[in-house]
Each structure stands twice: as C-alpha cells, then as structure tokens.
C-alpha cells in the first residue's frame, strides 16, 4: 500500500465546524460570496460538463422545490462554507445540472469531491430518511445546519447513523475466497461483507458471517483498514482471516457463489492478464483489500 494512498470517500478536507451552526452563524456561512452548495436528485449529484461536483452560491437555491431538511452545512473548505441540497425537481432549474449516478460518477470525480459527494449523500439520505421522531412519530426538524433533527414535541434528539459493515477476506494459504450476489454483474465476484449484530465485536462478526454465508470457521481476523460507503451510510471495516478449511457450502439466501481463486489468478486479473473474475471497481474497499493481499 503507497504512503499516499486514500481510501475512496475517505480524505475528506472539510472542517464540520460543529461549535459554529447557531442560526446567526449559519446564516453568515450562507452569505458568504465563497459560499457553495452542491446539488443532488434522487441521490446523485450534480457534476460539471467538464467533470468534478458542480457547485452554486447557496443564494441559487431560492425558489427551487428542495427536498426535506433543505440545504445543510457541510462545514468549510478552507474559507468556503460548503452546503448540500436534494433537489425535488431538476428540470425546473435554470443552472446546467447533470446528475448522475454516485456509482458511475465515482470514476469521474477526485478523492476530494468522493469525500464530499459521499459525506452529503449520507447525510441527506438520513434526513430525509428519518423525517419523523421514532419516539413519539411528530414530524421532526433539522437543527445546527443538518447536524442533528429535533423532535419539537418530545424534544428528542436524534443523530445521523453510521452502520459497521465487516468486508473479509478469507484465506486458505495462497488462495483467497470471493462471492457473489444475486443479480450481480456478470463474473462479479466481491469479498464476503454483513453488517455486525448488536452485542457483537467486530470479529465475531467475521466469523458469524463467513460460516453463515459459506459455512467455513475462521481464525486470526486481521484488521486493515475501513472505508466510509454512502449506500447509505456504512462503515466497511476490512478483514483478513485464515480458513480452517476448504469446503464450501454456500447459503443461497445469502450468495450465489463462492469460489476460492489462487493468487496467480488474482495477479492476473489486476494485470488485466486473466478473467477469472471481473475485476472490482476502483473506489471499492473489496478492490483494495485485494491489492493489499496481494501486496503482502
Ligand atoms: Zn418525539
């Protein structure tokens, strides 16, 4: 792994500037002729013909139909406060917005914008997600810019959530284990992953998930390194382990496959040499964890 590298959607530059988000200071944020916002509908953002996030004066969003909370605070790159905005309706803007897909634009975008684009995509999500208080069920209201909603009835806080996600590899000496999901592109095949229960470390879940998916036991979890994933709001935690055996019984309410694959055929599939699976897109921890293995 090179010094500088950067996990895709991570390596953010903003500074959330949460002590500063009274409406009098928010407020100052928005006039600031600096001031930018960057746009999404139906969560994909907005981008530039000539690539990169496209980026307006918050003051371009009077009169749009914006989606619940509205615009919210990012925080500051470098002196520019930076806002997000789901918009309902695109075609009834004057501004050339282009959106699409996070998924696809993430090819186009630099680690900066991923950062940003994935940062606001969860963000917005959440909100519009979580519009009602799940005490008492009142609509509730975004506070401090988007850090948190209130309910004004109960007066309960609720926070943005960050879901742990493990991703594993599982090792067999030199070969490493892949799966894949229904409907997945054609020769897809991805690190096995599932969310950690309640009550449960991070490598008891690694354990719970790979015997559940592929009925093997694992030992010796290996932490590597996480990513921030906005679909919608995970936190990939990458894992390699050691498998104590070889048999695969695939669970197929879980994966349609699983197969284990040498690391020569790993090499080359990196090297675009072999095709003994599609190779994984860039801005995946899967991809990378993969490189790392085979870095090692
Ligand atoms: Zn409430």
Known sequence: ??????????????????????????????????????????????????????????????????????????????????????????????????????????RMLSPQDMALAGRAKSLLDWHFNHRFCSKCGQVSQPKEGGLKRQCPSCETEHFPRVNPVVIMLILSGDKVLLGRGAGWPEGAMSALAGFISPGESMEEAVARETFEEVGIRVKNPRYIFSQPWPWPSQLMMGVICDAESEDVTINKNELEDARWFTREEVQAVYDKSGEAFARLPRFTIAHHLLRHWLET
């Open 1 to 106: 792994m090179t010094d500088n590298f950067t996990m895709p959607f991570a390596g953010g530059i903003l500074d959330h500037v949460e002590t500063q988000r009274s409406a009098e200071e928010l407020q100052a944020f928005v006039a600031k002729p600096q001031a930018r916002c960057i746009c999404f509908h139906k969560g994909s953002p907005a981008l530039r013909r000539e690539g990169g996030l496209k980026r307006i004066h918050p003051s371009e969003l009077i009169g749009r139909n914006l989606i619940d909370p509205g615009p919210i605070f990012l925080g500051l790159e470098g002196d520019a406060p930076i806002f997000a905005a789901s918009i309902q309706n695109p075609t009834d803007v004057t501004i050339e917005e282009l959106f699409q897909n996070l998924r696809s634009a993430a």
